[in-house]
């Protein structure tokens, strides 16, 4: 190349690298992108895989875990896994089946401590206090207990008996005489073991751990529970309402809390005819003497 | 002066079978050892190391985690990382900071095993094919993995990343985790050459970095010795950062490699029948200049 041209090849090495940079960008970016779409749907897990205990909110749990699995190698009971690629939850982090094998609830939690980041939060020490789902009767067509038979397993296996499953009786309208013991979860006592979806002894269990946010549902921001408030502020927050009064014949009284009409005997009006009387109510069968009720007492 | 006809043979010749292999045989040990290591308590209930290359426990003491996640980490925004991951991460990066970073690459990463029998393949099969990527493809890597943490807010990369994805496979189980190593296997042998490890690995990448600093290097006192034979170049993973070195007496530039890339691995050390590459340290000027001196008083004999 002649020296009249030596501009030339450094501008087209300029043009050159330029080209490659954006070549490599757009490659880079488009992989990028693809993981990032990736991410987002295989964070959406399989509502049957439930974390260890302690596990953060999803998104940080993402953010934390390393995938090392020394959770998996602490747990005693062998019950914790790590996610093989192309399973339905997010590759390499530990999670549980409860249907196969829940958690048992370890007094010493040794799958946390030993977790390097805090993925699994150190702070959690009372294995009562562990949220790792929520049990719900996903079921009241198959479990037995509404059908009127007993059961109960699932109240009895609770390692948080008597808590976080009560029994609830109720009148059983088929057979007319007996009870339907009927458990109910209450999640301010579910631990999220999934011990009741085990021992439930349908082919399909009928008593689910759900993550926590399919399994709840949240009231508004908005809503505030009027008799709470009250019990708080120790009075009402409101100008009471003020008692309605009924244009009630002399001797009667309505009662609001359900007696309704009460009738003060001593002081009630004559009865204008047996019928009446015999009848107990302060209207004469007569729909004139009503009328005619107010003009009387003008006069 | 003349080019290689059988690759190490001229070294197996003058030095022996072990001094042409010593290096490479080390390695592999090293590599699979590491492994069984890690397979030693599920398989035998021995648990001296427990996890994985991303976060370990030593003899249930000392912990160990993988700088490249704990980088991750912090980029997705997190802040209550607990105190074991922490000093976990400075051990390792200590660790490599001393004996050169992408030692990583060559000595513990399972997928060199993966794309080493790739490449071994690949020239068995004289495969000549190859998309080029810019050498610096995997620093682009890097900032994109760092960039989808920060964005998405969780570690996005480690649900594809198929150096823990192997390692986690082999102990953890794998499910479909093999076909991403059987990808990784037919794209070095028929797209790229080298292609994983050398052009887009971020883990590389980051490990590259690190190892710009540290003290333990590949040196080639003995550059003058050189035969031109070109083995060096063939066997090496990175060969670009051999020229300069290799040929830069003249120039001055220090007979060591200090180049960020090199993995450590001493292959060029093994294949090399003159024994122009030796281990040691990058401060070591002094012996450059006694070596080159000795160099240039046999030329002057030669002459």
């Known amino acids: ?299 | 002066m003349a080019r290689y006809t059988v690759l190490g043979a001229e070294a197996i010749r003058k030095k022996g079978w072990w001094q042409a292999h010593k290096w490479l045989t080390l390695r592999r040990m090293s590599q699979i050892g590491i492994l069984l290591l890690f397979m030693l308590g599920p398989w035998a209930g021995i648990w001296i190391i427990k996890g994985n290359l991303s976060s370990s426990l030593l003899f249930d003491v000392v912990p160990m985690t993988d700088p490249f996640v704990f980088l991750q980490m912090l980029a997705t925004g997190f802040s209550a990382i607990a105190a074991e991951a922490v000093t976990g991460t400075l051990i390792i990066l200590a660790f490599y900071l001393l004996v050169g970073g992408r030692l990583f690459c060559s000595w513990v990463c399972p997928v060199n095993l993966v794309t080493d029998a790739s490449f071994w393949l690949r020239r068995r099969l004289g495969i000549n094919t190859g998309a080029n990527f810019l050498r610096n493809t995997k620093y682009w890597m890097l900032g994109m993995v760092l960039l989808v943490a920060a964005v998405s807010g969780v570690m996005a990369y480690e649900l594809v990343n198929p150096v823990s994805m192997l390692h986690r496979g082999i102990i953890f189980g794998m499910g479909v985790g093999w076909l991403v190593i059987a990808g990784i296997f037919l794209f070095d042998l028929f797209v790229a050459k080298r292609g994983w490890c050398t052009n887009l690995c971020p883990m590389g990448a980051f490990y590259g970095l690190l190892g710009k600093v540290s003290p333990i290097r590949v040196r080639a006192d003995a550059r003058s010795k050189c035969d031109d034979c070109a083995e060096c170049f063939v066997v090496c993973p990175e060969p670009q950062i051999i020229p300069a070195i290799l040929k830069g007496e003249e120039k001055g530039i220090p007979p060591v490699i200090l180049s960020g890339e090199c993995t450590n691995c001493g292959r060029c050390i093994d294949i090399c029948g003159e024994d122009v590459f030796h281990f040691g340290l990058r401060f070591d000027r002094s012996k450059a200049v006694l070596s080159s001196g000795e160099m240039n008083a046999a030329l002057k004999q030669k002459l």
């Open chain 1, 1 to 299: 190349m002649s020296n009249s041209t030596s501009k030339k090849p450094a501008s087209k090495g300029r043009r050159r690298f330029l080209i490659d940079s954006a070549r490599t960008a757009c490659g880079v970016g488009l992989l990028g992108l693809g993981i990032g779409i990736y991410s987002k749907s295989a964070s959406s897990m399989a509502p049957m895989a439930i974390r260890p205990p302690g596990a953060l909110d999803e998104t940080d749990f993402l953010a934390s875990c390393t995938r090392c699995g020394l959770c998996v190698r602490d747990c005693p009971y062998n019950i914790l896994k790590l996610a093989d690629a192309g399973e339905d939850v997010p590759t390499g982090t530990p999670y549980f089946l409860a249907r196969t094998d829940p958690c048992e609830m370890c007094e010493d939690i040794p799958c946390i401590p030993v977790c390097p980041t805090g993925a699994l939060d150190h702070n959690l020490t009372d294995i009562n206090e562990a949220r790792m789902g929520l049990a719900v009767v996903v079921d009241q067509e198959t479990c037995i207990a509404f059908l009127g038979l007993r059961c109960e397993v699932c109240f009895n296996v609770c390692p948080v008996r008597g808590d976080a499953i009560t029994l609830d009786y109720r009148h059983n309208e088929r057979s007319g005489k007996h009870a339907l013991f009927i458990p109910i979860v209450h999640s301010d006592a579910c631990t999220g073991c999934g011990l009741c979806e085990k021992a439930c002894i349908l082919d399909e269990a009928a008593i689910k751990v759900f993550p926590m946010h399919l399994a709840k549902g949240e009231l508004g921001k908005h809503y505030r529970l009027g008799w709470e408030k009250k019990d708080a502020a120790g009075e009402s927050l409101v100008t009471p309402d003020q008692e309605h009064r009924y244009n009630l014949p002399e001797g009667m009284r309505y009662d609001h809390t359900g007696e309704g009409l009460i009738f003060d005997q001593a002081n009630a009006p004559a009865m204008t005819t047996p019928d009446a009387a015999m009848e107990e109510t302060p209207f004469s069968s007569n729909p004139l003497d009503t009328l005619k009720k107010g003009i009387q007492e003008a006069d």
